[in-house]
């Protein structure tokens, strides 16, 4: 997850969106607690930033990040109807993982 958060400007994204530097930061506390297994704090951050770069990823590569109205008012902007869990199943973040 985190290379392919690195590695989130291939698809015109800015990693910084899905907590990067956070989740550098948090990955030697974590190692060390692995290695102890008494550091429940350490395990949590990094399950929570996990999981909020992964949706929130997923949700940008679904959708993107520009709002339709404002690129073009006029545009009447229609939700793309294609399922999360299947795009973040089959998208380009999986076949990094």
Same mark, same amino acid.
């Given at each position: ?16 969106? =899905? ?37 929130? =990823? ?40």
């Amino acid at each position: 997850m985190i290379v392919a958060v690195r590695e989130a400007d291939r698809d015109g994204l800015r990693p910084e969106d =899905y907590h990067l530097t956070a989740l550098q930061s948090a990955l030697p506390a974590f190692r060390t607690s692995n290695r102890s297994g008494r550091d429940v704090e350490a395990w949590v951050t990094l399950a929570l930033l996990l999981t909020d770069g992964f949706l929130a =990823y997923g949700a940008d590569l679904l959708d993107g990040r520009a709002e339709p109205q404002v690129l073009d008012p006029d545009q009447n902007g229609v939700p793309h109807s294609r399922d999360l869990t299947h795009a973040l199943e089959s998208g380009p973040i999986t076949a990094r993982l």
